[in-house]
């Protein structure tokens, strides 16, 4: 599975919309694009994933570039209880996805 | 609905004690996962279950073993506990037959070992 680049650490205000960007160069044809989220101890969240269009759901957007060599996980109005750690994840569509790999991710801070 | 559940949710253990962690999720999943996480890490993938009756290995095996006990059920031993397992275990499961392999995680064991 391609790696990722996530910077460590983002704020955001309440109320406004949160874009975390994720790097991920080496993608193949056959690979999507997932998020995952941590809220403190918990066990991740997903939120949403895609191949090469754009997506949206309840939770929140994902656009892939036309190279599909980056994305943003934008959450459209972000409350305090979106403070966790993003996780962007790139795996295979086929059998080899079942080895999926979580980086670091990025911890975004939700300010009042 | 309960989802993917985990017991227990804490345990201290001594260097050289074994342990069985226990995963079950209710949402008739294929494929089932192991990830320990230690502080301030990602989660790293110890073994997994493509489906029943198979496991594979992930990142970090050494020291773990697993067994696929049905559909549902999919437990993690420890044989000989040792300091640097001291982690946050995280059981998981999805199902590739949708067509997606979004993972969906149990709260987690903190196990500590002295």
């Known amino acids: 599975d391609a790696k990722t680049t996530q910077p460590p650490s983002m704020d955001c205000a309440e109320g406004r919309a949160a874009n975390l960007p994720c790097n991920h160069s080496?993608?193949?044809?056959?690979?999507?694009v997932y998020w995952y989220r941590q809220i403190h101890s918990q066990g991740p969240q997903y939120i949403i994933h895609?191949?090469?269009n754009n997506e949206t759901n309840e939770m929140a957007s994902l656009i892939i570039t036309e190279d599909r060599k980056s994305s943003t996980l934008i959450l459209p109005h972000a409350t305090l209880r979106d403070t966790a750690v993003y996780y962007c994840?790139?795996?295979?569509?086929?059998?080899?996805?079942?080895?999926?790999?979580f980086g670091a991710g990025t911890r975004l801070f939700v300010k009042a | 609905n309960a989802g993917v559940t985990q017991t227990p949710k804490f345990q201290v253990l001594k260097t050289g004690q074994s342990m069985t962690l226990q995963c079950a999720q209710d949402?008739?999943?294929?494929?089932m996962y192991w990830y320990r996480q230690d502080p301030g890490m990602g989660l790293r993938l110890i073994y997994y279950?493509?489906?029943?009756?198979?496991?594979d290995k992930g990142e970090v095996p050494n020291g773990y073993n697993v067994s696929r006990l049905n559909k549902r059920e999919f437990s993690l031993r420890l044989e000989s506990a040792a300091p640097s397992q001291t982690s946050v275990y995280f059981c998981?499961?999805?199902?590739?037959?949708?067509?997606?392999?979004?993972?969906?995680f149990g709260p987690g064991t903190r196990l500590t070992v002295t």
């Open positions: 998981a499961s999805s199902d590739p037959t949708s067509g997606s392999y979004e993972q969906y």
């Open positions: 080496t993608i193949s044809g056959n690979e999507y």
């Open positions: 895609g191949l090469k």
């Open positions: 994840i790139v795996r295979s569509g086929n059998t080899g996805g079942f080895k999926t790999i």
């Open positions: 949402m008739n999943h294929n494929s």
């Open positions: 279950s493509a489906s029943e009756g198979t496991t």
